[in-house]
C-alpha cells in the first residue's frame, strides 16, 4: 500500500507539512492552521482504513486534505472511496488542490459543510476518522456509531493532546459496551474504538 505513494503525492504531503510547521510556529491563529497528523499517525489509521470490515470510509475534518490522502491509500488498496468533509471555504479549496495534484480525486467524495448535518445519510460505515473541532466529537460519535458495520474502526484524533477537552467524550468511549477501546500514543493520541 504505501508503495503505491506516488512522486506527486509525496511532494504534496511534504508541501503540508512544512505549510503545518510553518502554522505552528509562525503565530498563524488557531483556526487557520492545517492541524494535521504527523506522518506516522498517517500511516497508522492507512493500515487500520485497509484492515477494516468491508463498508465505507468516512473521514470528518479535512482541512487541506493530508490525512485524507493516507486515507486514499487504503480506498485504493481495498477499491473503495473515501467520504470526508469540511466546513471551512479555504480548507475545501485548498484539499480539492490537494487531491487534484496527487491524483486521487477520483477516490475521494469532499463534501462541503458540517459533517453533523450529513452523517445520517451514512450507513456501512467501516472506518471513521474523527478530527475535527473537539466540541463536535460526542455528536459525531454519537451520529457514527450506529451507522458502523459490526467490527468497523473509530478513531478519533487529538485524543492525548487534547485530552482535558475531550475527557467525557473519552470516558463516555472507553465505558461504552458497543465498543472495545484502547487509546494508543501515536502522534497526539489516537482513541480507537472497534464497534462490537
Not at 151 to 177: C, K, T, W
Amino acid at each position: 500500500m504505501f508503495e503505491s505513494i506516488s512522486p506527486a503525492m509525496l511532494a504534496r504531503m511534504q508541501h503540508l507539512e512544512a505549510i503545518d510547521l510553518r502554522d505552528r510556529t509562525d503565530g498563524t491563529p488557531h483556526s487557520r492552521r492545517l492541524r494535521q497528523v504527523p506522518p506516522e499517525a498517517g500511516r497508522f489509521i492507512a493500515l487500520l482504513a485497509a484492515s477494516s470490515p468491508s463498508g465505507s470510509i468516512v473521514e470528518i475534518g479535512t482541512s487541506a486534505g493530508y490525512s485524507t490522502l493516507w486515507l486514499a491509500l487504503a480506498a485504493r488498496a481495498t477499491n473503495r472511496r473515501v467520504t470526508t468533509y469540511e466546513v471551512d471555504p479555504a480548507k475545501l479549496s485548498l484539499a480539492r488542490e490537494t487531491f487534484e495534484l496527487s491524483a486521487v480525486a477520483d477516490l475521494i467524495d469532499l463534501v462541503p459543510g458540517d459533517a453533523l448535518q450529513h452523517l445520517a445519510q451514512q450507513s456501512n460505515v467501516a472506518f471513521c476518522f474523527l478530527d475535527a473541532e473537539k466540541d463536535l466529537y460526542q455528536r459525531a460519535y454519537d451520529l457514527v456509531l450506529p451507522r458502523m458495520v459490526p467490527g468497523g474502526l473509530l478513531v478519533a484524533d487529538n485524543a492525548i493532546s487534547h485530552q482535558h477537552e475531550l475527557r467525557p467524550m473519552l470516558d463516555f468511549a472507553q465505558a461504552d459496551p458497543r465498543v472495545d477501546s484502547v487509546l494508543v500514543p501515536i502522534g497526539t493520541g489516537d482513541l480507537v474504538c472497534r464497534k462490537k
